[in-house]
């Protein structure tokens, strides 16, 4: 499967928007060009705050949450926050199970993360 296109990193005002375009996040290939385009955003831009949205998305791979973490330790370096939108109930269980609902909050879609994420102060 070709994974080329399946992050998209948009922002608005001040808020970077982490998106997906496949309903499955697999494969080794896509996982490190999701990471690599990632760390080169985070690096250049230093988001303060930054929006995860799952919408669409049905599976991926223990490897996407290691990513999450890599992702929101180097946000909170500099007092960044992520925050998780969009995603279904049954990824929703990973993230508890893993208890990796104690880091990230999570909201039910991409503009209610957003109002939430712009109340912060910056």
């Known amino acids: 499967m070709d994974e080329k296109g399946i992050i998209e990193i948009t922002t608005a005002d001040d808020v970077a928007i ?11 290939s896509g996982l490190e060009q999701m990471s690599e ?13 930054m929006v995860v ?20 330790r180097k946000l909170s370096d500099y007092g960044g926050v992520v925050l998780i939108s969009g995603i279904n109930p049954q990824l929703s269980r990973v993230f508890k199970i893993t208890n990796l609902d104690r880091i990230f909050k999570f909201y039910p879609d991409r503009a209610s993360a957003l109002e939430a994420i712009s109340d912060r102060e910056s």
């Open 18 to 28: 982490v998106s997906f375009g496949s309903e499955s996040i697999t494969g080794l």
């Open 37 to 49: 385009q990632l760390r080169e955003f985070i690096a250049a831009n230093q988001p303060k705050k």
């Open 53 to 72: 949205d799952f919408y669409g998305v049905k599976f991926f791979s223990s490897q996407m949450l290691g990513l999450l973490v890599d992702v929101w």
